[in-house]
């Protein structure tokens, strides 16, 4: 949430975006401005009527001079109505601010006033920000009572985004910090510093304060939210080591304002003309949450462009570009140096540009700010943590998607997004936001697998159980998703040549592996119960088998020292299958873990030097076990006499022969197999059309080979990698008295 440093350089922009931003005459008649005859040519009389009631209501606010009673004055009470009734319902205009906010905070009328005047200064545009500091001012001469000026503070830190520039409000930084040791006040006047604070503002004196305070006090959570900022940004002034773990720093400030920002946001959307605004390069219809949608906001008219540019002549010369103004990659490049974030974090996740910028730029106080306001945002906006957000779930979804798309645009995942699915995820039905949640799921920044597990796999795994055959499949597509971007992050982190970023995480590569382990076994634990659930759905086998794909090549395509097999639950129901489709697929990964095994043997024994990781034994034995089974099963036929693995499908002869079935040795091979019968009768009806009684015992010596290159040509490549890379040497094997494959 960096600030802007010039208000000649974001005011102008700011104050032309919106028709519905005009003074207040051409608020109440016609103006000279197009959008605004368009705005108001759907007016009706009764908003005009509204429109000079309220230019009544603020000469009568402006003549105030001595204490007024609400109850004896029924021009008062008529006139704070008007007010109310206008600022809840569409917003009053920036020239109404300077004056209101002087009558609450001057003492002329009682609290009770006050309170209601407040609550009821709700923006249609923006907040000047002149009437903001002539505001502050009468916080100097301690007219107003103390619960007035802490609705004031939360009123200037939900209006924060609405104010039209900031410079003049920075430079009273130092008056806000006063009023830290007032214990009432503290926890929103840390709130205000902490959008307000620059590195320029982190003084010795002030973290001495705070820390003073935090001793009398405690850790108290806007404590710490502030004091971690300073160590951001000054990190030689704080030798005290802060929790790690993001909390959820400030209360919420808007509540008395949150009903009436949507209304008057809904309102404004359902009046606008065609949008005039160029969200940086891409035109997008407004949120009902302001913070949602902060995006950046240049205005359309020729006029309007021509103040930008003699903006930016002036920008030049003090080697500052507004980010308002950036609109192609070319000038992100030509200015990165003089560029500085806005004041809405939000509206970077919505800017291909500044997540490049964000990318590019390695300070940490962009991060702490940016995860603050989501963190705040995702909390509050919650559809089914908070009752009364659950009208609102189509929006929550679409916010929930712009983070997803700045994760994948930024390849890594936010802190806050973890945070978040940590709380909910427990209170989580399975249904709202099904899709969204699984997808920040798989963006789970590299962590501590316990502590992981217990928050977000664990609950994940309750509604596993529970839900439907696509819920299942979803979550193993999330898991299948995560498990690549961890993998991909330890390749990025691999090609740098410095190991800042293991450090800046605390991940080690021991750390790595064991978090990785404990993720796929996890996901073959889950899978061996949901076939069972399942019957064995094909549906379902594919996604656990497309999950095992990326696990079986991991020591080579990612560089990871790991291979762990699947669980005797996955590999025998895939084994057995009645789909050719998951056949095949079993044989690649089989194909795949040889690959990968042989390559590590091999690195063994070619490299003197010592390795940190090897490969265990059980790892080779499971691996000769499935390959063993595998064979008897497809091509020697002796699976049942052979398997030895303890949950494979060894049988006695004598209980076979009670089955019936007359050449049961034969019954899984690749001719009888029942996922691949189909294949057989068809290339025995090209083979031998003339005999019509599908003889399978034809298909043996040469025709066992043109079988074999029929099954190749429909594509069924995995079986074609796995038959040349296994089968000789383990019918070699079997061939030598069965001894067990060395890898």
């Known amino acids: 949430m960096q600030r802007r440093q010039s208000s000649k350089h974001s005011k102008q922009p700011l104050r032309v975006h919106d028709s519905n931003q005009t003074d207040l005459s051409a608020w109440r008649k016609e103006g000279s401005i197009n959008t605004e005859k368009t705005v108001q040519n759907q007016q009706s009389p009764s908003d005009d009527s509204k429109h000079n009631s309220l230019e009544q209501a603020v000469r009568f606010f402006e003549k105030v001079q001595d204490r007024v009673s609400l109850k004896k004055s029924e021009g008062l009470q008529k006139h704070l109505s008007t007010v109310e009734s206008i600022g809840l319902e569409r917003g009053l205009p920036p020239e109404v601010f300077d004056t209101l906010l002087t009558v609450a905070l001057s003492g002329k009328l009682a609290d009770t006033v006050n309170t209601r005047l407040l609550k009821s200064l709700v923006p249609a545009s923006v907040i000047p920000e002149s009437s903001v500091v002539s505001s502050v001012s009468w916080l100097c001469v301690s007219k107003c009572t103390s619960n007035v000026q802490l609705l004031f503070l939360r009123w200037l830190i939900t209006m924060f985004?609405?104010?039209?520039?900031?410079?003049?409000?920075?430079?009273?930084?130092?008056?806000?910090?006063?009023?830290?040791?007032?214990?009432?006040?503290?926890?929103?006047?840390?709130?205000?510093?902490?959008?307000?604070?620059?590195?320029?503002?982190?003084?010795?004196?002030?973290?001495?304060?705070?820390?003073?305070?935090?001793?009398?006090?405690?850790?108290?959570?806007?404590?710490?939210?502030?004091?971690?900022?300073?160590?951001?940004?000054?990190?030689?002034?704080?030798?005290?080591?802060?929790?790690?773990?993001?909390?959820?720093?400030?209360?919420?400030?808007?509540?008395?304002?949150?009903?009436?920002?949507?209304?008057?946001?809904?309102?404004?959307?359902?009046?606008?003309?065609?949008?005039?605004?160029?969200?940086?390069?891409?035109?997008?219809?407004?949120?009902?949450?302001?913070?949602?949608?902060?995006?950046?906001?240049?205005?359309?008219?020729?006029?309007?462009?021509?103040?930008?540019?003699?903006?930016?002549?002036?920008?030049?010369?003090?080697?500052?570009?507004?980010?308002?103004?950036?609109?192609?990659?070319?000038?992100?490049?030509?200015?990165?140096?003089?560029?500085?974030?806005?004041?809405?974090?939000?509206?970077?996740?919505?800017?291909?540009?500044?997540?490049?910028?964000?990318?590019?730029?390695?300070?940490?106080?962009?991060?702490?700010?940016?995860?603050?306001?989501?963190?705040?945002?995702?909390?509050?906006?919650?559809?089914?943590?908070?009752?009364?957000?659950?009208?609102?779930?189509?929006?929550?979804?679409?916010?929930?998607?712009?983070?997803?798309?700045?994760?994948?645009?930024?390849?890594?995942?936010?802190?806050?997004?973890?945070?978040f699915l940590c709380r909910s995820l427990p209170l989580w039905d399975g249904s709202c936001c099904r899709s969204q949640i699984l997808r920040l799921v798989s963006w789970i920044p590299l962590s501590s697998f316990s502590e992981m597990k217990s928050h977000i796999c664990d609950p994940l795994a309750q509604l596993f159980f529970t839900s439907s055959l696509y819920f299942k499949c979803s979550v193993l597509e999330c898991l299948k998703e995560l498990l690549q971007n961890w993998l991909n992050w330890h390749v990025v982190r691999l090609d740098s040549e410095s190991d800042y970023q293991f450090r800046s995480l605390n991940t080690t590569l021991s750390g790595l592996v064991d978090g990785i382990a404990e993720l796929i076994h996890f996901v073959g634990w889950i899978s061996t119960v949901a076939l069972r659930l399942e019957n064995n759905c094909t549906f379902l086998l594919y996604f656990v088998l497309d999950f095992y794909e990326v696990v079986c090549d991991m020591y080579l395509k990612y560089n990871l020292p790991l291979l762990i097999m699947p669980p005797a639950g996955v590999f025998y129901?895939?084994?057995?299958?009645?789909?050719?489709?998951?056949?095949?697929?079993?044989?690649?990964?089989?194909?795949?873990?040889?690959?990968?095994?042989?390559?590590?043997?091999?690195?063994?024994?070619?490299?003197?030097?010592?390795?940190?990781?090897?490969?265990?034994?059980?790892?080779?034995?499971?691996?000769?076990?499935?390959?063993?089974?595998?064979?008897?099963?497809?091509?020697?036929?002796?699976?049942?006499?052979?398997?030895?693995?303890?949950?494979?499908?060894?049988?006695?002869?004598?209980?076979?022969?009670?089955?019936?079935?007359?050449?049961?040795?034969?019954?899984?091979?690749?001719?009888?197999?029942?996922?691949?019968?189909?294949?057989?009768?068809?290339?025995?009806?090209?083979?031998?059309?003339?005999d019509p009684t599908f003889n399978f015992s034809l298909i043996k010596g040469k025709k066992w080979n043109w079988y074999l290159d029929y099954l190749y040509a429909q594509g069924l490549e995995g079986l074609k990698l796995f038959v040349e890379s296994s089968i000789n040497r383990v019918s070699q094997a079997s061939q030598n008295k069965a001894r067990n494959v060395e890898v």
């Not at 497809?634 to 699976?639: A, D």
């Open 161 to 419: 985004d609405f104010i039209d520039c900031k410079e003049q409000l920075h430079a009273l930084y130092g008056f806000f910090f006063s009023f830290i040791h007032d214990e009432k006040l503290c926890p929103y006047v840390c709130h205000l510093l902490y959008l307000l604070t620059k590195k320029e503002n982190v003084k010795p004196f002030r973290v001495r304060r705070l820390l003073d305070l935090q001793a009398k006090t405690g850790m108290q959570p806007h404590l710490q939210a502030l004091l971690s900022l300073y160590k951001v940004f000054r990190p030689e002034l704080m030798s005290i080591t802060l929790p790690g773990k993001m909390k959820t720093y400030f209360k919420n400030s808007e509540a008395p304002w949150k009903a009436a920002i949507n209304a008057v946001r809904r309102r404004n959307q359902a009046n606008s003309p065609i949008s005039q605004a160029l969200c940086l390069g891409t035109a997008q219809p407004q949120s009902r949450k302001r913070k949602w949608n902060a995006q950046l906001i240049i205005p359309a008219s020729s006029a309007n462009a021509q103040n930008l540019v003699g903006n930016s002549e002036k920008n030049s010369a003090n080697d500052f570009f507004p980010v308002e103004q950036l609109q192609a990659f070319t000038q992100l490049v030509e200015n990165i140096h003089c560029l500085e974030f806005p004041s809405q974090m939000g509206s970077v996740l919505t800017n291909p540009l500044l997540l490049h910028y964000m990318n590019c730029n390695k300070d940490e106080s962009i991060y702490l700010r940016l995860y603050y306001w989501m963190g705040q945002t995702l909390q509050e906006e919650c559809t089914w943590c908070v009752v009364e957000n659950s009208q609102y779930e189509e929006e929550f979804k679409d916010f929930l998607e712009i983070i997803y798309k700045a994760e994948c645009f930024l390849q890594e995942g936010f802190s806050s997004c973890e945070e």
């Open 573 to 690: 129901p895939a084994l057995l299958s009645m789909d050719s489709v998951s056949l095949n697929q079993l044989c690649y990964i089989m194909y795949r873990y040889r690959t990968n095994l042989v390559a590590a043997k091999e690195n063994e024994l070619t490299k003197k030097k010592k390795q940190q990781f090897k490969f265990s034994s059980q790892t080779y034995q499971e691996y000769n076990q499935y390959i063993i089974a595998m064979v008897g099963c497809l091509w020697t036929s002796n699976v049942f006499q052979k398997d030895n693995h303890p949950q494979g499908v060894r049988l006695d002869d004598e209980l076979l022969k009670k089955t019936g079935v007359q050449e049961f040795k034969n019954s899984f091979n690749i001719v009888y197999h029942p996922a691949m019968m189909g294949y057989a009768i068809h290339f025995l009806q090209q083979a031998c059309p003339d």
